[in-house]
Structure formats: structure tokens, C-alpha cells
């Protein structure tokens, strides 16, 4: 039987569904749903009308609007069963509720509970009509018994196929083919059977889509939720022909508000009414408060109660519509639609109308109560800044004042700590100076506690018992077992009150008996003393004894090493003492008695005079600096006068200028350990912020392997992993470039001049740019433009090719990085008085001016960077590769335009 010859409900049947609709799996990310909803929207724009003119030869209506359907529902499917549905108002929704789409998947935001039919139920075309005005569908899966989804039908569709259907046997009633009279009848007995579809259901989409569109639009491009909502209420009105439309807002307290109300001239506002009498409005509103659909067709035939007919009977109104505006779980108001004149139908397109618009005017009330509590926190913050200003000006003060204060105390404390530091000195100097006169004097000198202890010896006694001083430490009296008398002796003279005394023993030292004249004195309130023993074994030996005495005190003064000058109240040199003659200012025939200011500079000279007269005159040490030369080259000295006579001096004089040296390298080294803790901030900073995002990518993409690996496709875990790769060799080159500064700044980096062919080191260096960038710029090498003498003098160069590729691989990274996609870099190599000029040019953001300066600074980088990623390395490891080769690097630089850096380096060239 031809087409034409079958019922309608058997024709519309196959036409009606859509057998390849838009489906995806359950855990596809939210994200790329709507990526996929947007791209089909992109290929078949809505609202738009479709005629036969717009469409092209092998495009169909019926095509068409399947392809509308699958712009705005998709199916979730798993193994070919239906999970659920997802359309782009459900999308709005979750946005709408504040959740975040890139962490939702589809199969949590689809509805679950949706409405199918299975195949084999499919009897003819007004079951699918009767399910779609009965539960006001807009979408309805077709399933086989086996719950395998087969397609889709829309309403859009089912109403574009029963139009044409009609359409075919309003032309049969034309038809004298008895046939086709009677097979028409038949259908239209069985269309009067079934329900009438009402043709406001059937009425084109595009005016509603306009509708919903332009509200979308004026809440993008308004704050003023009065001005939406007012909008809002008169294009429903208008649009749905009503008599009233209102949009109303529940109060936290039960009560509520118009926002707004739009009604036709014949009827009066409700909104004052309510406002005048707030028993009725709490009645008025309360039915409509549960978050479901109202729909009261007539209030006389509705299933509501008495006191809700009377009350709309008394606001006159015959017909009521009012569908929840939800936020979240929160019902925030209603958007009611209200025929006053007569009873009225209210159909699933109007319905489905109305609830796109509650969700619009939800989103507006939420981004207006959004844009109200932002101006509420830009108050609080002006106020909190203006605070913190004021807490700053006042600490500004009090800090003044502090600085002030300390600025007077370490006044104050300036002259003490001097002369604290020169007591400290003084002693340190005079207890060297006591313990190399007690290391020197021929007795036998020793420190006992009162509980019998040795606290120390001289050397001379030590060595008397081959011993070290140190072993005396600690050690009690008589120890050795060498003098019973002496440990005797020190017991009781602890035990008596005097404080000093002496006395003679015999001890037998090496096989022979000394005799020791032994003085004791008694020091630190009586609990420690000092004992000098003096072998007098023979009196024969006292002229030798005086003998070496004098040896001793020379032995002394020799031991000093300082230079030492007796100069006279008129500052006559009158001796000198010093180890070497050579270490004198010059020979002793030319200055010993003459006055200092004939032999020496007046800059020394006087104030020499100066302190020896303040020394006579004071009895205290004078100490003063100068420079002065030896051998050719100028030293530092300190010059001490100390009182050695009535009317003379003695001048100790000490070569400082290591001291000084040491000093000045103390202050380098501080200086250096300031620029260190400010290089470490910079680290620290940049690495802070470096090391995040890649790190931030390995987490994310493991986790998500973690979590999807059995569900991902073998091609979507190579991509994770090459993430992950990236972000590691990222990490990588940070720690290298950080390593190789750290080789710099300690001095480490080597330098290791080889013979290589610069033309082909630059040809492979390029090459393995491009491949590492893949191609992504045009990077143009002037390799055919260098002449033969060039290249000869290019094949003989001597430098360190390791060094090279740090410097030009991170120039041209640099000139990539910076520069826009497919943008072309020129890299030149020219030769000129036996140096090599390379040149990398390129069409990038350029460098700022202020920024020039410290370019080459590790860690530096400049303020118009942006986002691009960078550890600020790259320039400080190119200039000091540089140095190494004895090279030079100049910037050429206009912001917006471009940059050209021009590196020179000597060829070196070993003929």
C-alpha cells in the first residue's frame, strides 16, 4: 500500500522519531556537554524559522529539527540503556544554583526519572500526543524491550510531522479517488476520537525562544532587577494575552511584595490591595508557597477550596496560573499569569514558557542580591582601608617617635660601647702580653684554688716536669710526687691569714737537689693564689742568674713583635727595638737622634709629637693609625705611646694592614651576604610561584588518572601523561637554570674553549628550536648569506660549546615565548675584526625602558610579561656565559614592536 493509502497515525509514525540523537556516557565532565550542546548550536542556530527557501538540497525540514532537538537535550546512556536526560535549562538551573561546571558530571545533573515509551506500546501517533499534553513533555525516548534506547521524539518534531501530515490529506479531500475519500474519512473519525491538540502547542518556537532570549539579554546587560522584573510581567502579558501578570517576592517573615505587576487597562492592579491589607495578602499568597505548579483553568470548576474561590473571586480573577521562582532549594516568589475576564486553558508550551522565565527571573533576583552585597562589602572595605590608613598614620607616628628614641640611646650608648671595646682589647692584648711575660720569666709559675687545685702553670714549670701546661689543669697539689714539701707548704698557707709569704725547699729534679725560693700571694678574696718558684741552688749562680735575667726581659721585649721606639719629651729618637732592621722606616744612622718631624712626613710626624706630649702630660696610652710606606709600598700602621721615663716615651708601633685588609674583606663579605638574602627572597618568590603550576597539573592530572583510568580510553591517558611529562621537564630545566646560577655565583662555572664550526653549530641549534617548539614560529637563519672568507674564519673558532647553547637556546626561547604564534625570528651570524656577531631578532611584546637595566639580574623580569611563564634565569645565565668567553651583549628594544639582541664574542681564532 502506497504512503499516501495509510492511516495518519502510521505515516507520522517512523517520521516522528529521531533515531540518532545526541547521547553521552554518564561520567562525561558537565563541561564538555555543554561544549558539545554549543558546537551543535554553532552548526544550527535557535530560534530560527524554518523554511524550504533557507534550506539547502540535501537538508529536509524533518532533518532539521532533529538537529534543533539535539541542540538542546541530551540523552546519558550507558551500554545502550537510558540513564537520563539532560537539557540546556538544566544546565541554567545548576548554574543558576551556584555550582561549579567543571567539577559536575553529566550523569548527576541529568533528570533520572524520565518519561519513555517502548516500542512495542508505540500503537500510533496520539499515544506519543496524548503522553506529551499529559505530563507536558517536551522530549520522549523511545525504548525497545530490551530498554536499549532506539531515538527521540520532540515536540517540535511531532508538531512539524502532524502539520505535514494534515497538510497531505487536506490535498486527498481534493482527490476523486474513491479510496483516498474513504481512507480520509477514516482518519478523520479517528482524529475526532482523539484528543484535539490545542494550536497554541503547535505554534512556532521562535517567538517564545525571542521572548526568553531578550529577558536572558537584559539580565546580562542590567542590575536593576525592578526594570527586569517590570519587563519581564508586560512580555509575558503581552505575549500570552492575559489580563494580569505579576511577579511576586516572599519576605523572610511570611509576608511578601509585588515587584511587579503588569495588567490589561479594563482591570484594576491588585498591587496596592494587597499592600493595604496584609490578612488578605498572607491568605491571597499562602496556596501558591508549597514550590509546586498551580494551574487553575476556573475557579468555579478547580479543585481548590471554598476560601481560595473566594478570595481570587474577590481580586476578580477566573483563571490563575503561578509557577515557584526557586533559588537553590529556597522557593524565593512566584510568577503568576491571571485571566480575569473569562475561564481559560492553560497549556504545557505556556507552562513550559513560564517556568524558563522563573528560572531567568531567579537569576536575576540572585545576581541582584549578588551586586547588593558587593556594594555592601565595597563600603566596608573603603571603611576598613580607611581604618587601616588611620592605624597606619598612627603607627607612622609612634615609629617616628621610636626612631628618635633609639636614634638618642645609640647616641648615648656610642662612647660606651668605644670604650668598652677598647677595655676589651687593652685586655685581651695585656693578658697575651702577661701570659708571654709569665711563659718567658725563668721561675716556675703556678695558679692554685684554695681546694688544692691547680688552675694553671707557666711553661717553664711544665717543662721542669715534662709535661704540657695543660695537664697541670684540674690536677691537685703534689700530683707528680716530685716535691712533698711544696704540696705541704700550699696546704697551710690557705690555712693562715696572710696573704702572701715565701719560702725555701730542696726538691731533686733529674738526679740533682735545686734549692727553690718559693713566693706565695693570695688573690680573688683569698681563694686562689699564685706561686713563683726561683732556683737559688748555688750562690755562685747568681751573677748568672742576673745574667739571665736580663737575657729573659730581652727575650721579652724580643718576643714582642711589634717595632718599638724611646723617643724624649722633644721627640728625639734616642733607641729602637725590632727583630729586623728591615722593618724599620729606614736605617737606624738616619733617624737615631734626630727629632721625628726632621726624618719622617708631617702627616706622621705631628701626631707622633701630639701623643707623646698627651702621654707625659696624661700618663695615659695614646693610640693613633697612619699610613706610612715599606719597600715600596704603603702600609697601615697603630702607633702606641706609652710613658717609659720621666721625660720619655716608649712608641710601640704595629704593620695593621692585614687587619685593615681583613676588615675591608669583612665588610665585602657582609655586603655580599646582604645581596644573597635578597637573591634568596627572589628565589624563594619565583620558585614559590614556578614550581605551583606545574605541580598543581601533576596532582590534578594524577588523580584524575587515578580516579578514571579504567573508564578512559588508551588515547585520553596518553594525553594526561604527557601533561604530567611536561610539567616534570618543566621542573626540571627551573632546577637546572637554578644549579647553573648557583655554579655562577660560587664561581664554579667552567669554561672549556674547543675548535668547532660555528655555522653548523647555529644551522643544528635552530633545527632542534623548531622541533622543540613544534614549528610554532618561523625562526630564518642566514646561513646562505655568509661569504667564504666568513666561513673559513667561523670554521676555526675556539669556544665552549656547552656555554654557547646556554646562551642562544635561551635568547631564542625567549624571542618564541615573547613573541606572537607563526611570528617570524631572524638569527644572524656576521664576522667583524675577528669577532663573531650573532643577532636574534624577533617581532615580540618588547621590553619596557625602566626594565633594560636590570635585565641581565637573576630572578628579574619585566612588569609587561603578563602570564607567560618564565623564572626571570634565562638573561643572568646568558651573561655570565658571556664573560666567560670575553663577550658582550647590547638590547634593542621598542615595546610593542619588537627587540634585537646583538651578542659579540672573539673568535679566538689559533693560527
Known sequence: MPPQDLPISLVALEAAIDPYPLTVMPETPLVEVV???????????????????????????????????????????????????????????????????????????????????RASDFQDIFTVVKLFYQHRLRYLPIVDDRSQLLGIVTLDHLMQVL??????????????????????????????????????????PAAKELLVGTIAQ????????????????????????????????????????????????????????????????????????????????????????SSQVELLAQLKVRANLAVPIVQGEQLWGLLIVQQCSIPRQWYSSEIDLLEKLATQVAIAAKQFNLFEQCKIEIAARKWAESELQRAHDLLQVRFEEWAAELKQINQQLKPEIAKRQKTEKELAQARDQLQAVLDAVPGYVSWINSNFQYLGVNRQLANLFKVSPEDFVGQNIGFLHSSYEFAEYGRQFFAIPQTNTSIEFEMEVDGYKHTYLVAAQKYNHNQAAVFIGIDITQRKWMEEAVRISAATNRALLNAIPDIMYRISRDGTFVNYKAAKNNELFSSPSEFL???????????VAQPILHSVEEALQTGNIQIFEYQFPRNGVMRNWEARIVVSEVNEVMAIVRDITERKQAEKELRKTLEKAKELNELKSRFVSMTSHEFRTPLTTILSSSELLQHYKDKWSDQKKIVYFERIQSSVKHMTQLLDDVLLIGKVEAGKLEFNPVKMDLI??????VDDVRIGNAHSHQIIFNETDINDAEKCQFSQAYMDEKLLKHIFINLLSNAIKYSPQKSPISFELTCQNREA?????DQGIGIPLEAKEHLFESFYRAHNVGNISGNGLGLAIVKNSLDLHGGKITVDSEVGVGTTFTVTIPLNIRC
Request: with cysteine; hydrophobic share 35%; proline share 4%.
Open 35 to 117: 561544549n558539545l550542546m554549543n558546537q551543535v548550536q554553532h552548526i544550527y542556530p535557535q530560534p530560527q524559522e524554518i523554511t524550504p527557501q533557507s534550506l539547502d538540497d540535501n537538508q529536509s525540514p524533518d532533518i532539521s529539527f532533529r538537529n534543533k532537538a539535539q541542540a538542546s537535550c541530551v540523552l546519558v546512556v550507558e551500554e545502550g540503556k537510558l540513564l537520563g536526560l539532560l537539557t540546556e535549562w538544566d544546565v541554567i538551573k545548576f548554574v543558576a544554583n551556584g555550582m561549579n561546571l567543571e567539577e559536575a558530571q553529566a550523569g548527576s545533573v541529568a533528570t533520572r526519572d524520565v518519561i519513555i515509551l
Open 163 to 204: 502539520g505535514q501530515e494534515f497538510e497531505e490529506r487536506r490535498q486527498l479531500i481534493t482527490s476523486p479517488q474513491s479510496q483516498k475519500v474513504e481512507l480520509l474519512d477514516k482518519s478523520k473519525v479517528k482524529v475526532k476520537e482523539e484528543r484535539v491538540i490545542p494550536a497554541t502547542q503547535i505554534q512556532e
Open 218 to 305: 537584559l539580565i546580562h546587560q542590567s542590575e536593576n532587577l525592578e526594570e527586569i522584573a517590570n519587563t519581564t510581567v508586560e512580555q509575558v502579558r503581552q505575549y500570552l494575552k492575559s489580563d494580569r501578570v505579576i511577579i511576586y517576592s516572599l519576605e523572610p517573615e511570611g509576608n511578601g511584595v509585588i515587584v511587579a505587576e503588569s495588567v490589561d487597562t479594563a482591570w484594576e492592579p491588585i498591587r496596592e490591595k494587597l499592600r493595604s491589607d496584609l490578612s488578605l495578602e498572607r491568605t491571597w499568597v499562602k496556596p501558591y508557597t508549597t514550590g509546586c505548579i498551580e494551574v487553575i483553568d476556573d475557579i468555579y470548576t478547580a479543585n481548590i477550596s
Open 593 to 603: 737622634g734626630k727629632k721625628v718631624d726632621e726624618v719622617l712626613p708631617a702627616e
Open 760 to 765: 653548523k653549530f647555529c644551522s643544528t641549534l
Open 837 to 841: 656577531i650573532f643577532q636574534i631578532k
